[in-house]
């Protein structure tokens, strides 16, 4: 079974930056595509970010990209999200996402992740 724990999430003032991790275990990281999602009070969840498990592909919400770097290592099952230049509007609890992948498809909707993070809370001050 596979489990995602996200850390790194917290409090910071706008242009700030911030770097998520999500640890995988239960299963063999490398053969998992691996996505960020975000979820605001009120608001549905959206894409934020996806790699696939190859590593060589990656993609982008229009509202993130050229702030954004996702990234993996596979030696540690671990995605990081790096969030540079901070909004406001970036405020949500941000989730991670797994899913048995093709070599470098990527996946940007929710419905083809099967395992999902807790969450971990982001706020930006203005």
């Known amino acids: 079974q596979v489990q995602l724990v996200e850390s790194g999430g917290g409090l910071v003032q706008a242009g700030g930056s911030l770097r998520l991790s999500c640890a995988l275990s239960?299963?063999?990281?490398?053969?998992?595509?691996m996505g960020w999602f975000r979820q605001a009070p009120g608001k549905e969840r959206e894409f934020v970010a996806a790699?696939?498990?190859?590593?060589?592909?990656?993609n982008y919400a229009d509202s993130v990209k050229g702030r954004f770097t996702i990234s993996r290592d596979n030696t540690k099952s671990t995605v990081y999200l790096q969030m540079n230049s901070l909004k406001p509007e970036d405020t949500a609890v941000y989730y991670c996402?797994?899913?048995?992948?093709?070599?470098?498809?990527?996946?940007?909707?929710?419905?083809?992740?099967?395992?999902w993070g807790q969450g971990t809370q982001v706020t930006v001050s203005s």
């Open positions: 239960g299963r063999t990281f490398s053969t998992y595509a």
């Open positions: 996402a797994a899913t048995v992948g093709l070599y470098s498809r990527l996946y940007v909707r929710p419905r083809d992740y099967a395992d």
């Open positions: 790699i696939s498990w190859s590593g060589t592909s990656t």
